[in-house]
Antibody, heavy 121, light 107 residues
Framework: EVQLLESGGGLVQPGGSLTLSCAASGFTFNNYGMSWVRQAPGMRPEWVSA????????FYADSVKGRFTISRDNSKDTLYLQMDSLRAEDTAVYYC??????????????WGQGTLVTVSS | EVVMTQSPATLSVSPGDRATLSCRAS??????LGWYQQKPGQAPRLLIY???TRATGIPARFSGSGSGTDFTLTISSLQSEDFAVYYC?????????FGGGTKVEIK
């Protein structure tokens, strides 16, 4: 069974930093692209960033470009999201999601259970 | 970016009835369209990809159609577990974008 387990969320002050992790199991991690998708309360999901199977082919939403960094460690089957210069509008549940292909940018199946990031003073 | 618009925002349906949900793209996304179901407190679950292909384990009562800018998700006979919010997502162009959702509620 494919499982994705996010961690690292929490309360952070505006301007602060946080690193999210997503531990993957049940599939060959280094064969698939991965993404981070966030969802603010009561809102639609918002795609944040994608990374290809080998760590190349990296893409970001304009709303996070220059502030967030996606990476992966295929030796640890783990996906990361380094978030800097956090703003109140970054408050959301952050999901990691497995892409359907080696290079990201397709449908997501499955998603992790999510980790809540709250940016507030 | 491609704006995805879903309608209606809320659909009130009786169990056993048919539900038809719409998703419109601001420009053509070919057939690069997925549908997800989300229940309260849970992550979205993939139902349909490539506009009309059911994901693994998804019941046959869920079907998708459309291409270009207009897409439809049909639930042929609503079961109690189908009451949820449904989102469409295009993956034809970056950035990947989602629709605003349709909440299917019990009538």
């Amino acid at each position: 069974e494919v499982q994705l387990l996010e961690s690292g969320g929490g309360l952070v002050q505006p301007g602060g930093s946080l690193t999210l992790s997503c531990a993957a199991s049940g599939f060959t991690f280094n064969n698939y692209g991965m993404s981070w998708v966030r969802q603010a309360p009561g809102m639609r999901p918002e795609w944040v960033s994608a990374i290809g199977f080998s760590g190349g082919h990296i893409f970001y939403a304009d709303s996070v470009k220059g502030r967030f960094t996606i990476s992966r460690d295929n030796s640890k089957d783990t996906l990361y999201l380094q978030m800097d210069s956090l703003r109140a509008e970054d408050t959301a549940v952050y999901y990691c999601a497995k892409d359907s292909r080696a290079v990201g940018g397709h449908w997501f199946d499955p998603w992790g259970q999510g980790t809540l990031v709250t940016v507030s003073s | 970016e491609v704006v995805m618009t879903q309608s209606p925002a809320t659909l009130s349906v009786s169990p056993g009835d048919r539900a038809t949900l719409s998703c419109r793209a601001s420009e053509s996304v070919s057939s690069d369209l997925g549908w997800y179901q989300q229940k309260p407190g849970q992550a979205p679950r993939l139902l349909i990809y490539d506009a009309s292909t059911r994901a693994t384990g998804i019941p046959a009562r869920f079907s998708g159609s459309g291409s270009g800018t207009d897409f439809t998700l049909t639930i042929s006979s609503l079961q109690s577990e189908d009451f949820a919010v449904y989102y469409c997502q295009q993956y034809d162009v970056w950035p990947l974008t989602f629709g605003g959702g349709t909440k299917v509620e019990i009538k």
